[in-house]
């Protein structure tokens, strides 16, 4: 039996994902608004500019509040730079004024895949890695969490059952003993799973959650974009010999991932009535499709973190 999203799970619910305009933002506001969730969708790029945003592309927050409401929940564009915390504390004060609560807040703020570089920048020693682009990675990685949990977790334990995700790459498990291309970047992805762990200590009192999720290999706009491809014709990557010059994608691609399937975690964390257990984990979305038993938008339970 094919398997297909429950359009009423989240009716009802407010949820906030911060990071909403591409990538897995896009996927989670996406997923939460299949499950017929009000969605908040915030970022800096907007129809009205990107000021501010730390990349030149065409995404936009309208485009994901309309795609929200397409697959039937409600979006909400809302622009916010998360590093600014008088801007986080507007979105605060009106969500408090318009929603009186948040049932689900998924910190997704990234921002810093130009300031990473491919692979000829991987391994570049702190002391010779250009400081001022390490600490921005730190500040949109981690800063933009801080901020935007100070401000909006008041709202999310104004009653029991609320739902905070930190989004990062790679398991607590999986990073503990691997280098991940910088010291900067190493330590951002480390951190944000603690800030579950360690926010979810915080939460467990008010009968909140807090879970870490890592998708695996994203198709993300940027990366289709890489390999000259789009979402519905993404295996050509994986084609030796490319016409054009285009790169051909690593085996591993074949095991790659749409933002839907990470987004889909991430509504069936919130539908599930016994969320708690998951408090202060960490887990990839591949995990969870494999406990809750949701596909990819192809049907598919791809797993890009375990071995071929």
């Known amino acids: 039996m094919t398997?297909?999203?429950?359009?009423?799970?989240?009716?009802?619910?407010?949820?906030?994902?911060?990071?909403?305009?591409?990538?897995?933002?896009?996927?989670?506001?996406?997923?939460?608004g299949e499950a017929g969730a009000t969605v908040i969708c915030t970022g800096r790029s907007s129809v009205r500019g990107n000021a501010g945003s730390d990349y030149d592309r065409p995404e936009t927050i309208e485009e994901t509040a309309d795609l929200v409401t397409r697959l039937g929940g409600t979006g909400i564009p809302v622009r916010v730079d998360h590093l600014d915390p008088a801007q986080v504390r507007a979105l605060a004060d009106r969500l408090r004024r318009d929603h009186g609560r948040v049932h689900v807040l998924v910190n997704d703020i990234w921002g810093a895949e130009l300031l990473k570089g491919g692979p000829a920048r991987w391994n570049t020693p702190v002391?010779?890695?250009?400081?001022?682009?390490?600490?921005?990675?730190?500040r949109l990685a981690v800063d933009t969490h801080l901020i935007t949990s100070h401000h909006l977790l008041p709202l999310l334990i104004?009653?029991?059952?609320?739902?905070?995700?930190?989004?990062?790459?790679?398991?607590?498990?999986?990073?503990?003993?691997?280098?991940?291309?910088?010291?900067?970047?190493?330590?951002?992805?480390a951190a944000v799973n603690r800030l579950a762990f360690s926010q979810g200590h915080e939460l467990a009192p008010y009968g909140a959650t807090a879970v870490a999720i890592s998708p695996g290999w994203l198709r993300s706009e940027m990366m289709l974009d890489n390999y000259g491809v789009t979402e519905d014709n993404w295996r050509d990557a994986l084609a030796p010999h490319r016409s054009g010059g285009l790169p051909t994608a690593p085996e591993g691609f074949a095991r790659s991932e749409s933002p839907r399937y990470v987004g889909r975690a991430v509504a069936a964390l919130a539908a599930?009535?016994?969320r708690a257990r998951w408090n202060q984990r960490s887990v990839t979305s591949a995990e969870l499709a494999g406990v809750y038993g949701f596909t990819d938008t192809d049907g598919t339970r791809p797993d890009s973190w375990s071995t071929p």
């Open 3 to 32: 398997w297909s999203p429950d359009p009423d799970a989240l009716r009802g619910r407010v949820a906030v994902v911060a990071g909403a305009t591409r990538g897995a933002g896009r996927g989670f506001a996406a997923a939460l």
């Open 127 to 138: 002391w010779e890695h250009d400081l001022d682009d390490g600490l921005r990675i730190l």
């Open 158 to 189: 104004a009653e029991p059952g609320g739902l905070l995700v930190e989004v990062t790459d790679g398991t607590t498990g999986s990073n503990a003993d691997r280098y991940r291309i910088s010291v900067f970047y190493d330590l951002a992805k």
């Open 272 to 274: 599930d009535p016994d």
